[in-house]
C-alpha cells in the first residue's frame, strides 16, 4: 500500500546518502591540505589546533567519517567550519536565511516556470505553425541559448543603468529582506517582491524554455488526435473547451513530472548564480564557497543536505504518477 511505497523508499534513502557522503568524504581527504594546513599564527592557529584536536582530524579516513555520522545521527552535528568565524557546519550552510532563501527561490522558479510554459504550450499545440506558435518556439530556444549568468547581468544593467531604478525611485536591486520582516507591513511586502522577481527571473528562464519545449511535444500528440478536435470542435460552451484543456494538459503533465527530478540541480544552479550576481545569501553559494576553500564539513553538510533534497523530490514525482494513476508502480 501506499505507507509502505513510502517506507521503502525512505528506508532505500539511507544507503544512498550513506554512499554519497562516504565518497565525497573520501574526494576530500585526497584532496591535498585543508584550511588549517595553511601558514596560521596566532589566534587562528590556536582555533586550528583546538579543532584538529577536540573532533580528531588527524585521525585515519575511516575513524573520522564513522565519527562524522555518529554525530549526525546522535546529535545532529555535521562537525566545524575549518575557516574564520568557525562556526557549525549546519550553521554555515544553511544558516543567516540561506536554507528558506533556496527554497524559496526554487519553489517560485518553479511556479514561475509552469505558469508560464504550460498556456504558451497549450496554445502552441492548438495551433500549430502559427505566428503566435513560431514567436514562443523562438523565445523559448533564445531562453534556452542564454545562459543564467548573463541574464542577470543583463537585468542587472537594465535596472541599474538603463532605469536607474535606484536614482530614480530609491529602489533597491540587489539583496533579500529576511522572510519573517517581509509580511511586517505592506511596504516590506512590496520591497520583498521588488527584490524576489529578478531573482526567479535568473533562476528559472532556463527552466521556463526546457518545460515550454517538454509540454509543447507532449501537448502537440495529444492535440493531433482527431477524436479531441472533434471534442473541441463540438464544444460550445467555454466550460467544455476548459474542460478539454485541462485533460489535455493533465495527460500531458505526466511527461514534465518526470523531468522534475533533472530539473531540480539546474533550479539550484540558476539560484546560486542569481545569489552571486544579486548578493543573496543561498545554500548554493555557500556550498560552493566550502569546496573551494576546502572547508571539508561544510561542503559535506551541504552535499547531505542537497542530496536529501533530490531524493525527497524523486519521491514527491513518484507519488504524483501514483496518486495520478499515471503510471504502473508495483508497491511490492
Not at 511505497?5 to 554519497?20: D, E, G, K, N, S
Not at 552571486?276 to 576553500?293: G, H, K
Not at 561544510?298 to 495520478?324: E, H, K, M, R, Y
Request: glycine residues 8%.
Amino acid at each position: 500500500m501506499m505507507i509502505f511505497f513510502i517506507l521503502q523508499r525512505m528506508l532505500t534513502a539511507i544507503p544512498v546518502l550513506l554512499i554519497v557522503s562516504l565518497l565525497m568524504f573520501a574526494i576530500f581527504q585526497l584532496m591535498p591540505g585543508t584550511y588549517c594546513d595553511e601558514p596560521l599564527s596566532g589566534q587562528r592557529k590556536a582555533i586550528c589546533n583546538e579543532l584538529r584536536e577536540r573532533f580528531g582530524l588527524s585521525d585515519p579516513f575511516y575513524v573520522q567519517y564513522a565519527r562524522w555520522v555518529q554525530n549526525i545521527v546522535l546529535k545532529g552535528d555535521f562537525g566545524p567550519s575549518l575557516a574564520p568565524p568557525f562556526q557549525p557546519a549546519f550553521v554555515a550552510i544553511a544558516g543567516e536565511g540561506r536554507f528558506v532563501n533556496s527554497l524559496l527561490i526554487a519553489a517560485l522558479t518553479l511556479v514561475f516556470a509552469l505558469s508560464v510554459s504550460v498556456p504558451a504550450a497549450l496554445y502552441s499545440a492548438i495551433r500549430p505553425y502559427s505566428p503566435g506558435e513560431r514567436i514562443l518556439s523562438f523565445i523559448s530556444v533564445l531562453g534556452l541559448s542564454i545562459p543564467s549568468f548573463l541574464m542577470g547581468v543583463v537585468i542587472l544593467e537594465l535596472l541599474v543603468d538603463w532605469f536607474q531604478v535606484g536614482k530614480r525611485w530609491g529602489l533597491p536591486v540587489t539583496g533579500l529582506p529576511d522572510l519573517g520582516t517581509a509580511f511586517a507591513s505592506l511596504g516590506h511586502f512590496g520591497d520583498f517582491l521588488w527584490r524576489l522577481w529578478p531573482i526567479v527571473l535568473i533562476a528559472g528562464t532556463w527552466q521556463t524554455a526546457e518545460a515550454y519545449r517538454q509540454m509543447r511535444g507532449a501537448l502537440l500528440e495529444i492535440c493531433a488526435d482527431p477524436v479531441w478536435r472533434g471534442h473541441l470542435r463540438q464544444a460550445r460552451t467555454p466550460s467544455e473547451r476548459r474542460a478539454l484543456y485541462v485533460q489535455a494538459v493533465s495527460n500531458a503533465f505526466a511527461a514534465l513530472a518526470s523531468w522534475f527530478g533533472l530539473w531540480l540541480p539546474l533550479i539550484f544552479e540558476g539560484t546560486m548564480i542569481a545569489g552571486i550576481v544579486l548578493s543573496v545569501p543561498v545554500m548554493e553559494f555557500a556550498l560552493w564557497t566550502a569546496v573551494r576553500r576546502e572547508d571539508v564539513y561544510v561542503a559535506l553538510a551541504g552535499l547531505v543536505i542537497f542530496s536529501s533534497l533530490l531524493i525527497a523530490a524523486n519521491l514527491l514525482v513518484d507519488l504524483l504518477w501514483v496518486v495520478g494513476s499515471q503510471s504502473r508502480i508495483r508497491y511490492d
